[in-house]
């Protein structure tokens, strides 16, 4: 149909009332970080691993700061002790495990705690012999804190009365009566505290029993203490006596709980207990400790706070460095680019396992072996950002926009950090972070590796907890586990977040690895 030959009653007006104009958007502009936000929130395995990271992240920050355990306390009865949690008891996170021993070894475990009425032993789940000695093994589940039982302890006079009147306060009994072990002509205390029963017992021999169990095979436990009596045989002339339920009239056989010495008293004291007077509390480690008898929760929360902070201080100088290095290259290129380039890449050739053990043999010294491994990792941890940042202005320096802000009068350092630096965040940003999971992995290398040494009286580290639990895996993996497990949740999860980064400032880099 020919559009001039159609009648002009066929036309009329769209609008014949109202003006038309443009009309206001309904809904707030969305800017660039916000509209990566929301791509990155879309991800869901990103998300999972922020919200892991910022777990990790609290946890190193909160847990030195509430944990009534800190770096620096170290005790050498619960050293190993297994990991506590009164919540998860019911699935074996009890401070229990099970050991192997001889009859002698069990006899042992068993005998610590009957005297305050209970056993190391909590139960005993099978036993052995050995096909070719005859030797009986008892396979037994024990409690890795009650197997501590009793200790010697030497206080000075004011702390024995200050001990004394708490348990009178409180009626819970701390001091204990000193064991001797008997031989046929002397008697002698013996330097085992857990000891308190009779070895060399005189009790006659019957049919199917020993000097150490009855007729069921059951230990005999005979109380053997040292008394106002038998102190001279030991050795002792001067003693501090309790009276007890069963001592006689004239006090000889009374039980002697403290022995006069140069500096106070030696005691013999229940440790459980001890512990619960000088701390307020008893021990219960939810990691367990180490071989050093140090909470492991709180020396893993204190390492890893060490390596955030020393990954992030990294981060950051290393974005700053990067940053102004590759807008300088990738801005004015020629000469400059050719020559920056050159000292990047001489840069980049050196080694860093080089760089931080040269550091560490000389710089560490003087600056300390902290500040040295900064410097180690700023030396040449800035050259990835720089390149990428390199790369963005050599993309977009000779866009439309650019020529025309050059045009309008911009200068250069209007046209590097209000035009081209903006476009390129994306993927700095992304490079920058993934800087800290590899500094807190360098450092635990380095550390477990022992190239590197963080660990003083109050500070430790990831790598230095896993190097000091290798020696101990087979027997107590606890103290390698959890480490590894901060280092492999953080590793991963900040793979994640990257990825989630990545796809989210830059769309069309989706699935493709950088």
Request: net charge neutral; aromatic share 14%; hydrophobic share 40%.
């Amino acid at each position: 149909m020919d559009i001039n030959n159609i009648p002009k009653e066929k036309f009329r007006l769209a609008n014949t009332s109202d003006r038309i104009s443009d009309k206001k958007f309904a809904t707030k502009p969305i800017g660039y970080f916000k509209d990566a936000m929301i791509r990155f929130s879309k991800n869901k395995s990103s998300v999972a691993a922020t919200i892991i990271i910022f777990i990790l992240l609290l946890y190193a920050i909160f847990v030195p700061i509430f944990s009534p355990y800190t770096v620096s306390d170290r005790d050498g009865y619960y050293k190993m002790a297994l990991p506590k949690s009164t919540l998860f008891a019911w699935l074996g996170w009890d401070g229990c495990g099970e050991q192997k021993e001889t009859q002698a070894g069990y006899d042992y475990y068993n005998g610590i705690g009957q005297e305050y009425g209970t056993s190391a032993v909590v139960k005993e789940n099978s036993t052995s012999v050995d096909a070719a000695t005859g030797q009986v093994y008892h396979n037994i589940y024990v409690d890795s804190y009650e197997k501590v039982g009793f200790v010697y302890a030497d206080l000075h006079a004011d702390a024995y009365e200050k001990l004394q009147r708490y348990q009178d306060e409180t009626g819970i009994q701390v001091l204990y009566p000193i064991p001797t072990y008997y031989k046929t002509q002397f008697v002698a205390v013996s330097s085992t505290a857990n000891l308190w029963y009779e070895l060399e017992n005189e009790r006659p021999e019957t049919s199917g029993a020993s000097k150490y169990h009855d007729e069921q095979g059951n230990p005999i436990y005979v109380p053997s203490y040292l008394t106002n009596k038998n102190k001279e045989r030991a050795g002792y002339t001067s003693t501090v006596r309790l009276p007890n339920d069963n001592g006689g009239e004239d006090g000889e056989s009374w039980f002697v709980y403290a022995v006069k010495n140069q500096t106070g008293y030696h005691v013999r004291v229940l440790y459980k207990e001890y512990y619960r007077y000088l701390h307020g509390h008893y021990a219960s480690f939810l990691f367990g400790t180490n071989q050093h008898g140090q909470d492991i929760l709180v020396s893993l929360a204190s390492g890893a706070r060490l390596s955030f902070i020393l990954a992030i201080s990294v981060s950051v100088i290393n974005f700053f460095i990067g940053i102004i290095y590759g807008a300088v290259s990738g801005y004015y290129g020629g000469a400059v680019d050719l020559i920056m380039e050159r000292i990047t890449d001489i840069l980049s050739s050196i080694p860093f396992i080089v760089v931080a053990t040269l550091f560490q043999m000389h710089l560490s010294e003087k600056v300390g072996p902290l500040v040295s491994l900064l410097f180690a990792f700023v030396l040449t941890g800035w050259i990835g950002i720089a390149s990428r940042v390199r790369t963005q202005f050599y993309r977009f320096k000779n866009q439309e926009y650019i020529l025309a802000a050059r045009t309008l009068g911009a200068k250069d350092r209007r046209l590097i950090f209000r035009h081209i630096l903006p476009n390129s965040l994306g993927t700095i940003i992304t490079g920058t972070v993934l800087i800290i999971p590899g500094v807190i992995f360098s450092e635990s290398m380095l550390s477990y590796l022992g190239i590197i040494n963080l660990e003083t009286t109050g500070m430790t580290s990831v790598g230095t907890l896993l190097a000091q639990g290798q020696s101990y895996l087979s027997k107590f993996p606890h103290i390698i586990l959890f480490p590894s497990l901060f280092i492999s949740l953080l590793e991963i999860s900040f793979n994640l977040f990257g990825n989630g980064l990545r796809d989210a400032f830059n769309p069309s880099l989706r699935g493709a690895d950088e």
